[in-house]
């Protein structure tokens, strides 16, 4: 016999919890539909920016929906592109940037009711994971 659900159906318009024209493009928290998840929507269309490293006390789990990111995960860097899915275990810095070229896309699920999070840096720096983006996007050998 399945386990009776403690929350009840519910719909959240995007005028709700989205926030067109900004890279911070949604935050959805569990706890004010009753749900354990958070939802983070980020976007934008600049090379080189995104989340910088930072922690949670709970694990993340980033979709890539459009789009290509570099991903630093505590000391691994990850490049995945729309379609992928990347984990984030909690209390291990990571971030990510978009590689480009064109926009990225991503959605980001927390596994906690509200969003948790410690900045390590206020902005990534330009010498550190990325040198250079457009070196990034060529295939090798070009």
């Known amino acids: 016999m399945p386990i009776q659900s403690k929350t009840e159906p519910a719909k959240v318009s995007a005028s709700e919890w989205q926030n067109p024209g900004r890279a ?7 706890k004010g539909i009753g749900t354990d998840i958070t939802l983070i929507r980020y976007v934008t269309d600049v090379v080189g920016e995104g989340p910088t490293l930072h922690v949670h006390p709970y694990d993340e789990i980033f979709t890539i929906t459009e789009g290509r990111a570099r991903f630093t995960v505590g000391d691994k860097t990850i490049d995945a ?7 984030g ?3 291990i810095p990571h971030g990510y940037q978009n590689l ?4 990225l896309d991503s959605l980001d699920i927390h596994l906690s009711p509200e969003w948790i999070q410690y900045n390590l840096a206020k902005a990534w720096d330009q010498s550190s994971v990325l ?6 996007v060529k295939p090798h050998g070009q």
């Open 89 to 91: 275990p909690a209390n």
């Open 24 to 30: 911070l493009r949604g935050l959805l928290e569990g």
């Open 131 to 136: 040198v250079s983006a457009e070196s990034k």
């Open 81 to 87: 592109e729309a379609g992928d899915v990347v984990l």
């Open 100 to 103: 480009g070229p064109g926009r």
